[in-house]
Structure formats: C-alpha cells, structure tokens
C-alpha cells in the first residue's frame, strides 16, 4: 500500500483500516513509504498492529507522500516493479488523488499486479466517488477560519478575498462558501467577470460592515491577490484584504466522516483483493461503497453540481 499526491486527512485511518483487515484474515500488510518515489527506491517495510495502533485521529500519512517525475519515465516503472517483485507483493492498493490512479493504471498494465485504488484528497475531484478522504476535514477547516476572518472584517469594516485550494475545481469553494454564508463564491468551472464583481460588491457592501469572497485558487481571473487588486482598480475607497488559506486545509484530524468513510474504503479494498478484483477505483455513493474500473476514473471528470451555485446566488444578499 503507499499514498501518494497531496496528502489528505483520513489517509491514516485508511492505512489503519487496511493493515487491520489484511491481518484479520492472514495476509501480510506492506508499507511503500513516500508513494511511488519510495516504490522506485525501494523505500517500504512490513506493517504491523502496533504501526497503525493510536493513528486513526492523525492528520498527514505515517507512510509520507510524493509527487514522483521518475515514476512517469518507464525505466523508473522498472526499477519499482523490482523491488515489489523482491518484496513478493501480490496486490496494491493506492490512495491519492487522479494522479496517483494514473500510476497505479500504468504499473498494473506493464506487471500485471492487481491495483485498486482509494480516493484520497481534500480537493474532492475524483470521478467514480461523491466523497473523497479528506474533503470533509479540509471543509471544516476551511469554515472554521471564514468565521474568524468574518469577526476581524466585521470589526474594520473590510471586504476579504479568501483563496482556497482547489487548482482545477471548485468543490472547496463552494461548499466553503454555502456553509460560511459567504457573499460570493469565484470557481474555475465558471467565467468571472470582474467589472461585474466589482458593481455586485459596491451593490451588496451598502449598510454591511463586511464582505466575505471565496476564491478558489484555480479560477480564471486568478488567485484571491490578484483578483483583489483587479476588483480595486474598480473600487478604489473600499479597504480591501485578501488571505490565502493554503496548507493548513491539508492538516489537522480527520473529522467523524473522513475516519468512517477511509475506515470503510480501507476494509472494502482489501476484500477487493480478496476477491480477485483488479482496476478498480472505489468511492460511496447515497451512502453505499460503489467502484468503478479505474480506468474510468482517470478519464472520467468528477463534476461540480452546479445546481448548488444556483442555490448559493439565491441566498446571497443582494
Ligand atoms: O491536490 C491537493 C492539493 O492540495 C491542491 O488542492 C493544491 O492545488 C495542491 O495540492 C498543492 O500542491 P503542493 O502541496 O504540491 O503545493
């Protein structure tokens, strides 16, 4: 097993849940340490009780992560192939992000080692899943910290960009947005028009105190900085801020509903092996653990409901 991309809390309770599983039922858990770099170094080590004993509340991976350039090239592949042959690994289970199920994909074609793969990231843009490990913690913290940019808003009577992660979707921002009662939401999936911000800022700040503008870090008009000084050249008597919440989203405890859903995903996977299966990317649906071939989730695109911005501008101030 190893995790790989941008860590998410809950990865730790999915690791927990896999070496608990594998070793209820006689199989050997291993740990590939940093994800595929470690794979092609020969980074990893058996895992036992004691490992994963007391983690279940721990935000990061105990196995660490990585982002891999030499796992793209075939040769690197190569070099990682052999170390799972010396190690006599007969199944992987990857959690990360689409990435990570990219190389997960590859390896199994060129080894022919069973994959299957767990959706781990807080940006929650995997397709075959309506969750993702981590998206659930990073939105409360995402919340927790509006909240408190709100009492210091409030207070100097400003307007704050607030910039969250989200490079190529926006299911943090909105769903930070709804949940903070934020005053406008800026996503990638959708065109912004700042001379159209500015006049809806100028319309909604009279007789506030404060505004509060969600900015996913992906969206086109660009990050909350330089939307900011766009939106000032337009409203040059307003004191505007910006704050970019950046990695504290990816760290903290897991919350109740990322420990549940990678305690069960983790057990699920390794039933999957049980069973013989491969390529398969795992996710819940309505409440059910659902799959897909992993191949689909790498094609597939994880779509924002848009149906929810609708929802969001009718409960702006207007
Ligand atoms: O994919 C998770 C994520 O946190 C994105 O939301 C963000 O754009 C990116 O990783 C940041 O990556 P890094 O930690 O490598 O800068």
């Known amino acids: 097993m190893l995790t790989s991309g941008g860590d998410a809390p809950g990865m730790n309770a999915a690791i927990r849940s896999v070496v608990k599983t594998c070793l209820h039922h006689q199989m050997i858990p291993f740990g590939i340490y940093?994800?595929?770099?470690?794979?092609?170094?020969?980074?990893?080590?058996v895992l036992k009780y004691k490992d994963v004993d007391n983690i279940i509340q721990l935000g990061g991976t105990i196995l660490g992560s990585a982002r891999c350039q030499e796992f793209h090239e075939q040769e690197g592949r190569k070099k990682a192939i052999e170390f799972l042959d010396s190690e006599h690994?007969?199944?992987?289970?990857?959690?990360?992000?689409?990435?990570?199920?990219?190389?997960?994909n590859l390896l199994s074609a060129e080894s022919g080692l069973p994959v299957i793969g767990l959706p781990g990231t807080i940006d929650n843009d995997i397709f075959g899943t309506e969750s993702t490990i981590g998206f659930d913690t990073a939105l409360n913290t995402v919340i927790a910290a509006v909240d408190k940019i709100r009492d210091t808003a409030s207070s100097h009577h400003r307007i704050f960009f607030v910039e969250v992660m989200g490079r190529d979707s926006g299911f943090i921002a909105l769903n930070g947005a709804i949940a903070s009662g934020a005053d406008a939401v800026l996503i990638?999936?959708?065109?912004?028009?700042?001379?159209?911000?500015?006049?809806?800022i100028r319309h909604v700040y009279k007789g506030r105190r404060s505004m509060i503008i969600l900015v996913a870090e992906g969206?086109?008009?660009?990050?909350?900085?330089?939307?900011?000084?766009?939106?000032?050249?337009?409203?040059?008597?307003?004191?505007?801020?910006?704050?970019?919440?950046?990695?504290?989203?990816?760290?903290?405890?897991?919350?109740?509903?990322?420990?549940?859903l990678a305690t069960k995903l983790g057990n699920y996977a390794v039933h999957m092996l049980l069973n013989k299966q491969s390529g398969l990317a795992l996710g819940v649906k309505g409440g059910e653990l659902v799959n897909c071939s992993l191949m689909d989730a790498v094609k597939g695109h994880a779509s924002l409901n848009l149906?929810?911005?609708?929802?969001?501008?009718?409960?702006?101030?207007?």
Do not use: C
């Open 307 to 318: 149906d929810w911005l609708s929802m969001f501008d009718e409960l702006k101030t207007k």
């Open 188 to 200: 990638p999936e959708e065109h912004t028009d700042i001379e159209k911000l500015a006049h809806d």
């Open 89 to 104: 690994v007969d199944g992987l289970i990857v959690i990360g992000g689409d990435g990570t199920y990219r190389g997960a």
């Open 219 to 260: 969206d086109d008009a660009g990050n909350a900085l330089v939307v900011m000084n766009k939106v000032k050249s337009f409203l040059m008597e307003y004191d505007l801020r910006h704050s970019v919440l950046g990695h504290i989203q990816r760290g903290g405890s897991p919350t109740f509903q990322d420990r549940i």
């Open 34 to 45: 940093d994800g595929y770099q470690g794979m092609v170094e020969g980074r990893g080590k």
